[in-house]
């Protein structure tokens, strides 16, 4: 199988690229990834002499790029992990989510009509079903709930999803749809919750946590929802949403006092700043679905995750310190400055 997987060299991308290259040997694989600020090249670094792989810097969003990528490769499926992804961001600045998100995903879309392909998967997000109440733990996200959005980039998300399904009843591409609950494991970009504060525990400054840090999220460790997309792409029925999320629900308090915890860090590092605009309370998906149609479960429990997370940013503070200079710095002044 060839596969074009798009945004490859940010976190998940590059977790889904080393699980299918050791799990598939036959597999070929070209990345496609425009090396934005959350693109990382070392990130790849164990994989680029391997035959199997071959990285191409490029936008999703320009047209000629994609189609020229798409006559020279004959790709069977697409993995379409290209996006940008940070909610706080949206908030500043929208208009790159659509470009990327929405238009991005056109474009690969129109490429594989052209083309033809096997497969055509989006990597969604759990966040296109709004949020939950935090006093109704009996509730939880199925696929059969209605899309909505509450930040600019779930709206962008969300749109993605729809212009997916639209194309697949109106030009019988072959989808499948992924919404996955928030990961966690290692080269995640530490503007995210859990390398954002274990990067500052290390460095013992405070932990901005917004608002009161009730807000809930249900955490998956990256490497299982990389094999829920794996199994989705050969086993899963096109045209079908998969939820994809391991009842792992925990505040975002219990979370930043777990790493505090584990790297030895006192709780009074703990800042309580202003809160995100439109913060979604709760997020908890049911993957009853995903489970009864393909056999999926998590593997990976919080505590054994976050300790392998945690042990990973320790054995790799070259990765992310390089990324924390220069831009990152005025990002975090920007963000938390006058919080
Ligand atoms: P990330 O921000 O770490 O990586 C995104 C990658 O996309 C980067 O390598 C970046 O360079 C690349 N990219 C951005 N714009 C591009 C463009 N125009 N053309 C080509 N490449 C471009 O994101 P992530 O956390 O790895 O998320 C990957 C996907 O999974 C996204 O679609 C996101 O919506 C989805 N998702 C993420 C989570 C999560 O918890 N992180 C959960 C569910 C779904
Ligand atoms: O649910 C899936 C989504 O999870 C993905 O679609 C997104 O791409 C991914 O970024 C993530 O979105 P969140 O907004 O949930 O993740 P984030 O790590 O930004 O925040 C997690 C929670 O922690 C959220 O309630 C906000 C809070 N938070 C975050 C940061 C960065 C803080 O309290 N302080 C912080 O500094």
């Known amino acids: 199988m060839k596969l074009l997987v798009t945004g490859g060299a940010g976190f998940i991308g590059a977790n889904f690229v080393f699980y299918m290259l050791k799990t598939h040997p036959e597999d070929e694989i070209v990345c496609l990834d425009a090396l934005t600020y959350a693109g990382n090249l070392e990130t790849l670094e164990p994989v680029m002499d391997d035959p199997r792989f071959r990285f191409v810097k490029g936008d999703v969003a320009d047209r000629e790029t994609v189609f020229r990528l798409f006559a020279e490769e004959k790709f069977d499926v697409v993995v379409n992990f290209a996006a940008e992804s940070h909610v706080d961001r949206s908030i500043e600045d929208p208009g790159i989510f659509l470009r990327t998100n929405i238009l991005g995903t056109q474009v690969l879309m129109d490429a594989a009509r052209e083309y033809g392909i096997t497969r055509f998967h989006q990597v969604g997000t759990d966040e296109v079903y709004g949020d939950l109440p935090l006093d109704r733990p009996d509730l939880f996200f199925t696929e059969d709930m209605p899309v909505t959005a509450s930040s600019p980039y779930s709206a962008s998300k969300a749109s993605a999803d729809l212009l997916v399904m639209?194309?697949?009843?109106?030009?019988?591409?072959?989808?499948?749809?992924?919404?996955?609950?928030?990961?966690?494991?290692?080269?995640?970009?530490?503007?995210?919750?859990?390398?954002?504060?274990?990067?500052?525990?290390?460095?013992?400054?405070?932990?901005?946590?917004?608002?009161?840090?009730?807000?809930?999220?249900?955490?998956?460790?990256?490497?299982?929802?990389?094999?829920?997309?794996?199994?989705?792409?050969?086993?899963?029925?096109?045209?079908?949403?998969?939820?994809?999320?391991?009842?792992?629900?925990?505040?975002?308090?219990?979370?930043?006092?777990?790493?505090?915890?584990?790297?030895?860090?006192?709780?009074?590092?703990?800042t309580f700043v202003g809160d995100r605009k439109g913060h979604d309370l709760r997020y908890a998906i049911d993957p009853t679905k995903i489970h009864e149609a393909l056999g999926w479960l998590p593997e990976t429990k919080f505590d054994d995750g976050i300790r392998q997370t945690i042990d990973w940013y320790l054995q790799h503070e070259s990765w992310w310190k390089n990324i924390m200079s220069g831009d990152y710095q005025e990002y975090y002044d920007k963000m938390y400055g006058n919080r």
């Not at 499948?176 to 390398?195: A, D, V």
């Not at 299982?224 to 999320?245: F, T």
């Open 166 to 270: 639209a194309y697949h009843r109106t030009y019988g591409l072959p989808v499948t749809i992924s919404r996955c609950s928030n990961n966690y494991g290692p080269y995640q970009f530490p503007e995210k919750l859990i390398p954002l504060m274990i990067a500052n525990a290390l460095a013992d400054k405070p932990l901005p946590v917004y608002g009161t840090g009730e807000n809930v999220r249900d955490w998956l460790y990256v490497e299982d929802h990389c094999r829920a997309i794996d199994l989705i792409l050969r086993d899963g029925s096109v045209g079908e949403v998969y939820n994809i999320g391991g009842h792992n629900e925990k505040s975002n308090l219990q979370v930043v006092k777990t790493i505090l915890k584990q790297v030895g860090k006192p709780e009074s590092l703990i």
